[in-house]
């Protein structure tokens, strides 16, 4: 069978990747996508033009994305590979809870400041054994490199007002509404000398991020009401068990809902977290070979659409 890979571009002045959502404040490039360039894709390139004909894929941010908009256009597709997502549930957004912690930056405690872990060991997709180009598994294991803290300092120091390119910045554009300056408003407080409590949730923000973007918690409450039929068999999510960027979390939350036996319909979908010799694959993982075979990251993840394609 003949298909159509397209990979989509889309840069924002927030980030190199727009999340193909409608967002407050990147635009309304959800409704672009699926409404204005797929069909003229699918029109000019002699493409199917229907949703059970239309699979989606990614890893990381594109791991979001593919399940997002499965979960968002449920009947605009039939199969999303989403590997290593970011945060697919809010209840772990990476190491933080929006629903009941109080400060993004340090555990909640009324007797030490500990504070939250952002980014562990290293980014193991191009590891390799040392003094080779043979792919490895990343080493070693449980580091901290850094806060969830010191992440953001950076990246306020390279653009005040969400405007640094970077990774929590981007969450808070994408998933957040405007302030009232018109930038995106923050989650939690980022200026230590302001008049808030640094580090502090914006609980207001909080909520309207779960509103709209918190997909498990859309599943939960719309499964058992129609969603569930047209999902069932349709999401198929892999993550490491030591993802960098706690993504894991997330995941485990995930699938901790999907594993109920009383599910109805079933999820019937996968959910897997990888791991290779009792240890966790980092970022970013996207499941074993076709074969089982168990392989670096470095090498997987060049096997997106060889893996994937024949089973959509």
């Known amino acids: 069978a003949r298909a159509l890979v397209v990979t989509l571009n889309h840069p924002t002045p927030f ?3 727009s999340y193909a959502v409608d967002s407050a404040n990147v635009g309304p490039y959800g409704s672009a996508i699926l409404k204005e360039l797929l069909p003229l894709v699918e029109k000019r ?3 199917i033009g229907a949703g059970w004909a239309r699979g989606l894929l990614g890893g990381s941010t594109g791991g979001w994305e593919a399940f997002a908009m499965q979960v968002l256009y449920p009947d605009a597709f039939n199969f999303a590979v989403a590997a290593c997502p970011d945060p697919v549930g809010f ?3 990476t190491t933080i809870n929006l629903y009941s912690d109080r400060n993004a930056y340090f555990y909640d405690s009324a007797f030490k400041r500990t504070p939250r872990p952002g980014y562990r060991d290293h980014y193991s997709g191009t590891a390799t054994v040392p003094g080779t180009s043979t792919p490895a598994y990343g080493s070693p294991y449980g580091q901290t490199t850094a806060t969830v803290e010191e992440m953001n300092r950076r990246e306020v120091v390279l653009g005040p007002r969400s405007r640094s390119c970077g990774q929590w910045d981007v969450w808070e554009a994408v998933f957040g509404p405007r302030g009232a300056d018109g930038y995106p408003a923050r989650l939690f407080c980022k200026d230590p000398s302001g008049d808030c409590e640094y580090g502090a949730v914006n609980k207001s923000v909080a909520s309207q991020w779960v509103e709209r973007f918190d ?3 859309r599943l939960k409450q719309q499964w058992r009401h129609g969603l569930g039929e047209k999902l069932s068999g349709k999401l198929h999510v892999y993550v490491g068990g030591a993802d960098s960027f706690f993504l894991t979390n997330a995941v485990m939350d995930l699938q901790d809902w999907a594993a109920q036996p009383t599910l109805q319909p079933a999820f019937g979908g996968e959910i897997e977290i990888g791991t290779h010799g009792g240890r966790g694959y980092e970022h970013c993982f996207n499941g074993y070979l076709p074969d089982g075979t168990v392989a670096p990251n470095g090498i ?3 096997l997106y659409v060889q893996k994937f394609l ?3």
């Open 15 to 17: 980030f190199d990747d």
């Open 45 to 47: 390139y002699r493409g």
């Open 91 to 93: 209840a772990s957004y």
């Open 215 to 217: 997909m498990t918690r």
């Open 300 to 302: 997987t993840r060049e």
């Open 310 to 312: 024949p089973r959509m």
